[in-house]
C-alpha cells in the first residue's frame, strides 16, 4: 500500500520528506500554546484566545495576496521566504513575557504560515497526475501526523509547567524544523515555477479570486470546511486542551498522549481509507467525516461526565477523542486538496489552494475566539454541544454538494492506479 501511495516523480518524494522533518517540530510545540500562554507566561484565558485568534487574522488578511503571488511568480519564490519567516517568529515565542510581545511574535508566524500550506499544495499537485494525487496528499498527511505524533510523545515527557525553560526549548526546535523543508526545496531549482502560460498583450486575463468565487461548487466546498474546521480543527489547541485539563482534569502528559493516539489511528489507518476510498464519492466521504468528528466530540464530553468518579475513564475518553478524531481526519485530508485542485486551473491554482487555506484562517480567528467562553458556560456542555452540532451540520452541506460535481470531480470515476516502477523511478 505504501509503494501504492508513493508519488511517481523523486521530487515529490523528497518534498514528502521535507514534511515528515518540519512536522516533527511542529508535533513539539501544537497541543501547548494555549496552556503555554495562560499556566506558564500569565495571559488570562481572554487574552491568549485573542492572541491565537490574532494570528488567524493576520494569515486570513493575508492568504489571499500568497495565492496571487503564487501564480505569479511561482510557488517556491513564496514558500521559501516564508518557511524562513516561519521559523525566526516560532523560534521567538520562546521570549514572549507579555500580551503584547506574543501578539508582536504571532503577526511573524502569521505572516511566514500564511502562504506555506497553499504553496506547498500548489508544488505538489503540479508534481502529480490526476490519478494519484488523492492518494499522495493522503501519504503527506500520515507523515505530517507521524511527525507531529513523535514531536508530541517527546514534548510530552519534556514540558512542565513549573520549569518554563521546557517550553523556551521546544519553540527553539520547532523553529529550526521550518528550515528543513527550505533546504529540500532549494535542492530542487525545477521545483515551484509558475504553472500558467505568460499572457500577451492580446490573450485575456485567467481572471482572479472573483473567477474562483464565481465556481458554484468550490464555493460550497468552502462553506463546508468553514463549518468544519471551526467546529473541529479549530478546537484543537484551545477547546480540546483545555476542556481536557480543566473539565476532564487530565494532566497535559495525557494531553500529548492523546495527540499521539491521533497520529497512531493515522498512520495505522491512512494507506488503507485511501484505497477504500478510491472510486468512490469524495462528498460522501466528507460528510461522513463530519459524522466522525461529531462522535468524536462526544467522547470526549462523556469524559466530563465521568472525571470525578473514575480519573482513568476520564483519561482513556481523552486519547479516544482524539484517535476518533485521526479517523475522520484520514479521510478528511485526501479528498478536500484533491477536489480543490481538481476544480482549479493551472492559471488559477494558487488561488484555489490559497482560498482552501484561508479556511483553516477563518476557522482559526472564530474558534479560539469563542472557545473560552463556550467552555465557561454550564462546566464546557455548551461548547460540546456547539462543535458537535456544527460538524453534523457540516456533513449535511457535503451531501449537498454532490449534486454539484461531474462523476469525475467527485471521485466516482477513477483510472487503474500505476504504482511506481522501482527500476524507472530514482531512489
Not at 519564490?77 to 517568529?89: D, K, S
Request: net charge positive.
Amino acid at each position: 500500500m505504501l509503494r501504492r501511495a508513493l508519488p511517481r516523480r523523486s521530487e515529490a518524494r523528497r518534498l514528502l520528506i521535507g514534511t515528515l522533518l518540519s512536522a516533527i517540530g511542529r508535533g513539539l510545540t501544537l497541543p501547548f500554546l494555549f496552556i503555554y500562554l495562560t499556566d506558564v507566561r500569565g495571559l488570562t484565558d481572554t487574552r491568549a484566545g485573542l492572541v491565537i485568534g490574532w494570528y488567524g487574522a493576520v494569515t486570513l488578511a493575508l492568504s489571499p495576496l500568497g495565492g496571487t503571488l503564487i501564480d505569479r511568480f511561482g510557488a517556491r519564490r513564496v514558500v521559501v521566504p516564508c518557511l524562513l519567516i516561519e521559523a525566526v517568529g516560532t523560534g521567538s515565542l520562546a521570549l514572549v513575557h507579555s500580551t503584547g510581545s506574543a501578539l508582536l511574535v504571532m503577526t511573524v508566524v502569521a505572516i511566514g504560515s500564511s502562504a506555506i500550506w497553499s504553496g506547498q499544495n500548489t508544488i505538489l499537485a503540479s508534481l502529480t497526475d490526476d490519478d494519484e494525487r488523492q492518494r499522495v496528499f493522503g501519504l503527506n498527511f500520515a507523515l505530517l501526523n507521524l511527525g507531529i505524533g513523535i514531536g508530541g510523545m517527546t514534548s510530552g515527557a519534556i514540558v512542565d509547567t513549573a520549569r518554563p525553560g521546557t517550553f523556551q526549548a521546544i519553540y527553539v526546535l520547532d523553529a529550526v524544523s521550518y528550515l528543513m523543508p527550505a533546504l529540500i526545496l532549494l535542492t530542487l531549482p525545477g521545483v515551484g515555477h509558475r504553472l500558467g502560460k505568460r499572457r500577451t498583450g492580446n490573450e485575456p486575463s485567467p481572471g482572479g479570486y472573483l473567477t474562483v468565487l464565481r465556481d458554484r461548487p468550490f464555493r460550497r466546498l468552502v462553506i463546508f470546511g468553514l463549518v468544519l474546521t471551526t467546529c473541529g480543527y479549530a478546537q484543537i489547541e484551545v477547546g480540546f486542551a483545555a476542556y481536557a485539563v480543566r473539565v476532564v482534569e487530565v494532566t497535559p502528559r495525557v494531553v500529548a498522549w492523546a495527540l499521539a493516539a491521533n497520529t497512531v489511528m493515522i498512520v495505522l489507518a491512512q494507506l488503507l481509507v485511501i484505497r477504500r476510498i478510491e472510486g468512490r464519492s469524495r462528498t460522501g466521504a466528507l460528510a461522513v467525516v463530519g459524522a466522525v468528528f461529531a462522535a468524536a466530540w462526544l467522547v470526549l464530553g462523556a469524559g466530563g461526565l465521568v472525571s470525578a468518579g473514575n480519573a482513568v475513564t476520564a483519561a482513556l475518553c481523552v486519547v479516544a477523542c482524539s484517535a476518533i478524531f485521526g479517523f475522520g481526519e484520514t479521510m478528511l485530508s485526501p479528498v478536500m486538496p484533491a477536489l480543490t485542485n481538481a476544480l482549479a486551473t493551472d492559471e488559477l491554482r494558487g488561488r484555489y489552494n490559497a482560498m482552501s487555506s484561508m479556511i483553516f484562517g477563518i476557522s482559526g480567528v472564530i474558534g479560539p475566539v469563542t472557545a473560552g467562553p463556550l467552555l465557561g458556560a454550564a462546566d464546557g456542555k455548551v461548547w460540546v454541544a456547539t462543535v458537535v452540532g456544527g460538524c453534523l451540520v457540516a456533513s449535511l452541506v457535503a451531501l449537498s454538494l454532490r449534486r454539484l460535481l461531474t462523476a469525475a470531480q467527485d471521485g466516482r470515476t477513477t483510472t487503474a492506479p500505476t504504482a511506481p516502477d522501482p527500476a524507472s523511478v530514482p531512489a
